[in-house]
C-alpha cells in the first residue's frame, strides 16, 4: 500500500502561522522560537486546556517533534483536540495517527527533522522492531 508522504514541516508552518495571526499566543511562540521549549509549552498548556484550538494544535506538534517533550500519545490526544476544533493541520495529523499508526508517523516525523537517519520506510521498519524488543518478556 502506498501512502502520501506526510509534509510534517509545512503543517508546523501553517500552524505556527495561524497562532501567529489569530494572537494570544505570541508568547509561546516566541518562547518556541527561542528554544524555551518548556517555557512554551507550560503557556500553550494553559491555554489548550481553556480550549484554544491552535493551542491545542501546537501542542500536538510540540509533543510530536521535540525536541526535548517527545510524547506521541500525548501529541495525538492534542491533535485530537484541535481537529475536533476544526484545526487544519491537526485534522491531518490525526487522521495520519489514526489511519497509519504512531510507529509510521513517528518514522515520517523522525525523517523530516533528522535527515540522516535515513527513509522514513527504513526509520518504520526500525521502530517497530524497537517496539518489539522492548515489549518482549525478559529472559531469565
Known amino acids: 500500500m502506498t501512502t502520501t508522504p506526510i509534509s510534517i514541516p509545512a503543517l508546523f508552518a ?3 502561522k495561524a497562532a501567529r495571526s489569530e494572537g ?15 517555557e512554551a509549552e507550560s503557556m500553550l498548556l494553559v491555554a489548550g486546556h481553556a480550549g484554544h484550538p491552535n493551542a491545542q494544535e ?4 510540540l509533543y510530536s517533534i521535540g525536541p526535548d517533550l517527545c510524547s ?13 476544533a ?14 497509519r499508526g504512531t510507529l509510521e508517523v513517528r518514522a515520517a516525523i ?8 535515513g527513509s522514513a520506510d527504513d526509520l518504520h521498519q526500525r521502530s517497530a522492531a524497537d517496539l518489539a524488543r522492548s515489549t518482549a518478556p525478559a529472559e531469565d
Not at 501546537?58 to 506538534?61: R, T
Not at 506521541?72 to 475536533?84: C, D, K, M, P, Q
Not at 476544526?86 to 489511519?99: C, E, I, L, S
Open 14 to 16: 501553517l500552524a505556527l
Open 24 to 38: 494570544g499566543l505570541d508568547d509561546a511562540v516566541a518562547a518556541y522560537e527561542r528554544g524555551s521549549y518548556l
Open 58 to 61: 501546537l501542542l500536538g506538534f
Open 72 to 84: 506521541f500519545t500525548a501529541a495525538r490526544s492534542w491533535f485530537e483536540r484541535a481537529a475536533r
Open 86 to 99: 476544526g484545526r487544519p493541520a491537526a485534522q491531518y495529523m490525526h487522521v495520519a495517527f489514526t489511519r
Open 110 to 117: 523522525m525523517a523530516c527533522f533528522n535527515p540522516m537517519a
